[in-house]
C-alpha cells in the first residue's frame, strides 16, 4: 500500500502487476525522452531498473503526495548517480496520481 491517505491510513491509489508493467514501460518512454533532451545520460542503467521504481514508488514505499513532510513516510536513497532519471520519474509519477485522480473527476 505505497499511495496513502497520512491522515486516515487508507490507500489512495492501489496498482495492480499489470498497472506497475504499465507504469514502468511509459516512465522508460519518459526516460528516454529526457535523456535524449539532455543531450546525455545511460539510458541502459535506468531503463533496467525502471521496474523497481515504479513497483517502489507506486505500490511498496509508503508515502503521501498531498503530505510529503509525513513523518512517518518511507524514505527512499538511490546509491547510483547513473539512475537518477528513475527516481525524478518515480517521484513525478507519484505527484501526477493526484492529477490524473483530479482530471479524471472533473470531467
Known sequence: MALRNSTTGEARRPYSIGELKDA????????????????????????????????????VANHDPENPTWQDRDRIIWSTGHKAPSLYLGMAFVVSVRWRTWCCCAN
Open 24 to 59: 514502468a514501460n511509459l516512465m522508460r518512454g519518459y526516460d528516454l525522452v529526457a535523456l535524449h533532451a539532455a543531450g546525455s545520460g545511460h539510458a541502459g542503467g535506468t531503463l533496467s531498473i525502471m521496474d523497481i521504481a515504479a513497483a517502489l514508488y507506486l505500490r
